[in-house]
């Protein structure tokens, strides 16, 4: 019973393709984010949604575009591959309760851009 | 504004020997604050969280952390280290729960 699954795994592209990963989770979460984790470990938070509403969007650039069909989904779809967008991608859920602020992580997907 | 600083991007230990990872923090409220482990290929998993309870917190895999408002620092220790503990460790803090900022890692690895 995986909490926060993640497809695909790994994902190899060429620059200048427009590629999909998308997220599940089945803990009832109200909030779901996207991080980019890059080379050398730096975890920075790209997205979050509440209940179907982007609450956080934290200077990524307009190819990033992510969408939310339901609370339980959360995908992200990048236009036009750069080079530089090669990194682990990190989605992730919470309930934002003071008794349970804490976030829950999927598996990752790393995506290599030739 | 809220910070978190982890001393050492790289700490070794012989297996056996003490654990002891630095964080420290900056917050103008009283912050929750996490330690997550990531091994190598996986997602982060949460190891242990402070949310202003006690403030020495156990967590998984015989971790625990204490949290000294006086010092802002909130160090993750184990008392004998095993090869299984090689992993990439991140403290992290937040005063909100939908925004955690995290530390910049600390790799830890295992000397047999």
């Known amino acids: 019973d995986t909490a926060v699954s993640q497809t695909p795994k790994y994902l190899v592209t060429q620059m200048g393709n427009d590629k999909s990963i998308k997220c599940e989770q089945n803990l009832g979460h109200d909030t779901m984010y996207w991080y980019k984790q890059d080379s050398k470990k730096f975890l920075k938070i790209m997205f979050s949604y509440n209940n179907k509403e982007l609450i956080i969007n934290e200077t990524v650039p307009n190819r990033f575009s992510p969408k939310s069909p339901d609370k339980a989904h959360l995908n992200l779809h990048i236009n036009s591959l750069e080079l530089g967008d090669s990194a682990v991608y990190f989605c992730a859920s919470s309930q934002d309760r003071d008794t349970q602020p804490e976030q829950f992580f999927g598996p990752g997907t790393r995506l290599t851009v030739l | 504004a809220q910070s978190v600083t982890q001393l050492g991007s790289h700490v070794s230990v012989s297996e056996g020997a003490l654990v002891l990872l630095r964080c420290n923090y900056s917050?103008?409220?009283?912050?929750?604050l996490f330690w997550y482990v990531q091994y190598p290929n996986q997602g982060l998993q949460l190891l242990l969280k402070?949310?202003?309870?006690?403030?020495l917190v156990k967590g998984i895999n015989g971790f625990e952390a204490e949290f000294k408002k006086s010092e802002t620092s909130f160090h993750l220790t184990k008392p004998s280290a095993h090869m299984s503990d090689a992993a990439e460790y991140f403290c992290?803090?937040?005063?909100?729960?939908?925004?955690?900022?995290f530390g910049s890692g600390t790799r830890l690895s295992i000397r047999p």
């Open positions: 402070y949310t202003s309870a006690a403030t």
């Open positions: 992290a803090v937040t005063t909100q729960p939908s925004k955690i900022i």
């Open positions: 917050s103008s409220v009283p912050p929750y």
